[in-house]
């Protein structure tokens, strides 16, 4: 009996060893598990946060996609996809992989020398559109290993200042290459590359189809045109050798030679045909009126750097394609001259400009840029009563008035022998109706030097690229000039027509052609211009 107490007694006994023993291994065990638990999810939250905060910091590289400049970025993301980015313009949305990694792509500004060299070489387009998947790639596996190296490095940061643990820091890290590693290689085996075929568009370039039509058939034209492009410019030469051999007129070595361009909607093409009819036709100034851009961005400013190659004076007033921002960056080229309602005198010429009232880029949030309305004509007839009261102030005599809308010539009659201006993609020479007692006036509307840029692609006959050359005598009166029209894509002759004026102080022999009134929209028989695709 006493055996048996002392047995229950010690069962009993809090303080017995072997009671003690059994309770503290009953407590450890669910503990412990909770512990680890508890290890587990901080490891994992820690390795998560890792791996985001170095996906932030160091998921991005820049790189040369052809011309541009290319921001890539990777973020996190439960769908993944992609967003081309086109800063003013708006961006591309993509569906082109899955997995939990969102690339996003800001194209910059075009690089000028690579520009450049594209304008000189038109064969260079088709290798640069080559090359452009290839530099996507390459950045693209940049930006992964750089990725996946920051969030590693984030990680075992973060993991060393939370755990002060070796072992715990090294596990988070092999976490981190492992779920990142794991999440790009989801990425890389889920693309699509036929998601760039069905893009979804954000900001302007919602208008983009119905602007620039089939992108892929405007690319196939665009490349055989550029094929041409050397033989056509090859071809003025030629023919300018040939017509001034004639003896229709023969320049007195007084004469100044002006090239008038206009709307050159970003073609490239078109500063190669302008710097060959520079050098072939010994021009003293170029003059444009307008439109050198589409929507007047920030990216589309590197297009105009062109002009300091001409080597010539260049007189530029602003089209209601152009921003300030593109006057201003005109402006900073070393031969340009920028006028807004103002004058200068270059290789012996005094001319006068204004810009375009309107910047109306975008036909659908500004519809009234593409038609001559009653508020429209007021914009623009005020806008050549403001340079009439500028040209009749002039110290000087004015020899030239520049405006871009011809709808704006109406009020500079008698003010001047000649206005150039573009707008309508058409070109036509004619007379302002004359003020009595006024010299008569010659209104010359330049058609589209840049062939109406990529829009110019979109039809069965392509809008060729014209200019003129323009020959005026000591008085700065006009005596003849030279049409030169390179045909659109598939066409490849150029033309060249040689006009020779008889009678100078009174001007070519057009017909007069009224000008819009204020108050008036604009009508086939007042038209002062045929506008069948005004810009």
């Known amino acids: 009996m006493d055996g048996q107490e002392n047995e229950e007694q010690r069962a009993g006994d809090p303080t017995s060893p072997e009671t003690g023993r ?240 206009s709307d050159m909607h970003l073609n490239p093409t078109g500063w190669q045909l302008i710097r060959t009819v520079v050098e072939q036709f010994g021009i003293d100034v170029v003059i444009d009126t307008g439109d050198l851009t589409d929507w007047g961005s920030e990216p589309e400013a590197s297009y105009v750097g062109s002009i300091g190659l001409l080597k010539k004076p260049y007189v530029y007033i602003r089209g209601n394609h152009d921003s300030p921002r593109t006057a201003s960056v005109v402006a900073q080229q070393p031969n340009a001259v920028v006028l807004n309602n103002s004058t200068t005198t270059v290789a012996g010429l005094t001319i006068a400009g204004i810009g375009d009232p309107r910047f109306t880029p975008d036909k659908e949030t500004s519809p009234a840029g593409s038609g001559l309305t009653s508020a429209v004509a007021d914009q623009v007839i005020g806008a050549g009563e403001q340079l009439a009261g500028t040209v009749e102030k002039s110290p000087k005599k004015v020899d030239i008035a520049l405006v871009h809308d011809p709808a704006s010539a109406g009020p500079l009659s008698g003010t001047c022998p000649l206005v150039l201006s573009g707008h309508t993609h058409a070109r036509q020479v004619s007379k302002l109706p004359q003020v009595p007692g006024e010299q008569p006036t010659t209104l010359m509307v330049e058609g589209s030097t840049g062939g109406a840029g990529l829009r110019g692609l979109e039809g069965e006959k392509p809008t060729p690229l014209t200019m003129t050359v323009l020959y005026l005598d000591q008085q700065k009166l006009l005596q003849a000039y030279d049409e030169i029209t390179v045909g659109g894509t598939g066409q490849s002759q150029v033309n060249l027509e040689r006009h020779v004026i008889r009678d100078p102080a009174k001007g070519d022999e057009v017909p007069v052609t009224p000008t819009p009134t204020r108050g008036a929209p604009e009508s086939p028989s007042t038209s002062a211009t045929p506008a069948p695709t005004p810009s």
């Open 22 to 261: 059994v309770r503290r291994v009953a407590a450890w065990r669910p503990g412990r598990r909770l512990r680890r638990v508890g290890v587990v999810l901080a490891l994992l939250a820690v390795t998560l946060g890792g791996i985001v905060v170095g996906t932030y910091a160091g998921g991005h590289v820049g790189t040369d996609i052809g011309p541009f400049r290319a921001e890539l970025k990777l973020s996190p993301s439960l769908t993944g996809g992609t967003t081309v980015d086109i800063p003013p313009l708006g961006a591309l949305l993509l569906d082109s992989h899955d997995g939990p990694a969102y690339l996003t792509v800001e194209v910059g500004s075009l690089d000028q020398g690579r520009t450049e060299a594209l304008i000189d070489d038109p064969a260079s387009i088709s290798r640069a559109s080559q090359s452009a998947v290839a530099d996507v790639r390459s950045g693209v596996v940049r930006l992964g290993l750089k990725t996946l190296a920051s969030a590693v490095l984030a990680t075992l940061l973060l993991a060393g200042l939370v755990f002060r643990d070796v072992r715990r820091t090294a596990w988070a890290g092999g976490l981190a290459l492992v779920i990142t590693a794991g999440s790009l290689g989801l990425a890389a085996a889920t693309v699509r590359p036929q998601a760039i075929e069905e893009p979804r568009y954000e900001g302007l370039l919602v208008n983009a189809p119905a602007i620039v039509g089939d992108a892929r058939r405007i690319a196939n034209d665009y490349t055989k045109y550029a094929e041409q492009l050397q033989r056509l410019v090859g071809n003025v030469s030629k023919l300018y050798t040939t017509v001034s051999a004639l003896p229709v007129v023969q320049p007195s070595p007084g004469t100044t030679r002006v090239l008038h361009v």
